[in-house]
T-cell receptor, first 111, second 107 residues
Framework: DTGVSQDPRHKITKRGQNVTFRCDPI?????LYWYRQTLGQGPEFLTY????????KSRLLSDRFSAERPKGSFSTLEIQRTEQGDSAMYLC?????????FGQGTRLTVV | KNEVEQSPQNLTAQEGEFITINCSYS?????LHWLQQHPGGGIVSLFM?????KKHGRLIATINIQEKHSSLHITASHPRDSAVYIC?????????WGAGTKLIIKP
């Protein structure tokens, strides 16, 4: 149990549908990251929050992707009009000082 | 050429052996992370380094900023150390990841 919870663990959706994932970080962690990992690759950075402020967004994050972290607690990642290329594992991590903890991820399959 | 290169890609060793995994990078960094990913996707941060050497139990991580190189060592390896070990560097607020080293420790 890493302490970072992600929901759902698996999501199968039809192309064109919207999906939303949730991440609950470890409570005292002020930094929260979203990553995407495709099979055989290392995680790719998507976005980063410090408390409720979204400080950095990757160029990978097209306008179909949006992330929020209201009140600096849990975060949501929404993908609109999903495409087959969005199929991946979406990982959330939270950190405090020099330690980061990852959730188990949400595996998205777009059919 | 990837900005972060790890070697070896795969490593199989016997229980008790001393393990070394290497990471070289070509970008300017503010920090380097070593992470462990178990089957099923769970990732744990092992170390964050900006200089020198850190030790945690049987794990030792070193970094040479001038040579842009870091190593992760495991002493007295154990089958439970079997996992993918990933090197990631922080550059301009992003983490650039290596492809990982798959380690298998046989009893």
């Amino acid at each position: 149990d890493t302490g970072v919870s992600q929901d759902p663990r698996h999501k199968i959706t039809k192309r064109g549908q919207n999906v939303t994932f949730r991440c609950d970080p470890i409570s005292e962690h002020n930094r929260l990251y979203w990553y995407r990992q495709t099979l055989g690759q290392g995680p790719e950075f998507l976005t980063y929050f410090q408390n409720e402020a979204q400080l950095e967004k990757s160029r990978l994050l097209s306008d179909r992707f949006s992330a929020e972290r209201p009140k600096g607690s849990f975060s949501t990642l929404e993908i609109q009009r999903t495409e087959q290329g969005d199929s991946a594992m979406y990982l959330c991590a939270s950190s405090f000082r020099d330690r980061a903890f990852f959730g188990q991820g949400t595996r998205l399959t777009v059919v | 050429k990837n900005e972060v290169e790890q070697s070896p890609q795969n490593l199989t060793a016997q229980e008790g052996e001393f393990i070394t995994i290497n990471c070289s990078y070509s970008v300017g960094i503010s920090a380097l992370h070593w992470l462990q990913q178990h089957p099923g996707g769970g990732i744990v941060s092992l170390f964050m380094l900006s200089s020198g050497k850190k030790k945690h139990g049987r794990l030792i991580a070193t970094i040479n900023i001038q040579e842009k190189h870091s190593s992760l060592h495991i002493t007295a390896s154990h089958p439970r150390d079997s996992a993918v070990y990933i090197c990631a560097v922080r550059s301009n607020y992003q983490l650039i990841w290596g492809a990982g080293t798959k380690l298998i420790i046989k009893p």
